[in-house]
């Protein structure tokens, strides 16, 4: 089983997204001693649906990292939660623009990553550049992060480790 890693490409008037440019460096030097499959997704409701389609249709992963620009940040920001809220401040690649509407119809409120906190509280807690953070934000990052807990909540699946990464410029 393998573990996947997304990121996505430039949106709004960002000329480069670092998630893109890390996704590629992993596709460069892989991972040692794990099978990692990478994925670009576009930014827009198509591409925040792809890993929770994959996840319905059965495909079993050993993991899942989405990775995400947090352009205003200078730190690392693990995502402890997924909101079922989508409220755009700017619309995203495809001309969509919400600003308040539920995720998934009728999901639970609030999603809690599905990776392993105390373990990863353990690997961060001396680095200052690596925080835990409960919002994710209301674009495109936050829906697919909540897309894919839900996909896993519906498949009674709480073993496959889920955890967005927002990476600083």
């Known amino acids: 089983v393998r573990m996947l890693i997304t990121a996505f490409p430039p949106f709004s008037n960002h000329a480069t997204n670092v998630s893109q440019e890390v996704l590629h460096e992993i596709e460069r030097l892989g991972v040692y001693g794990i099978d990692v499959e990478t994925s670009l997704l576009s930014v827009d409701q198509r591409g925040s649906a792809e890993v929770a389609h994959r996840i319905l249709d059965g ?8 990775l995400g620009l947090a352009a205003k ?11 079922n809220r989508i409220s755009m401040i700017e619309p995203d690649n495809s001309g969509r623009f919400s ?8 999901g639970l409120q609030n999603l809690e990553t599905t990776a392993p906190v105390h373990v990863l509280d353990e690997e961060i807690e001396h680095d200052e550049l690596v925080e835990w953070s409960t919002d994710s934000g209301g674009f495109v990052c936050n829906e697919t992060f909540c897309r894919t807990l839900n996909a896993l909540h519906e498949n009674d699946d709480s073993t496959t480790p889920a955890l967005f990464v927002h990476l600083p410029p």
């Open 59 to 66: 495909e079993e992963f050993r993991g899942i990292v989405h």
């Open 73 to 83: 940040s200078e730190k690392i920001y693990l995502e402890k939660i997924a909101r």
């Open 99 to 106: 600003v308040s509407e539920e995720v998934v119809i009728g």
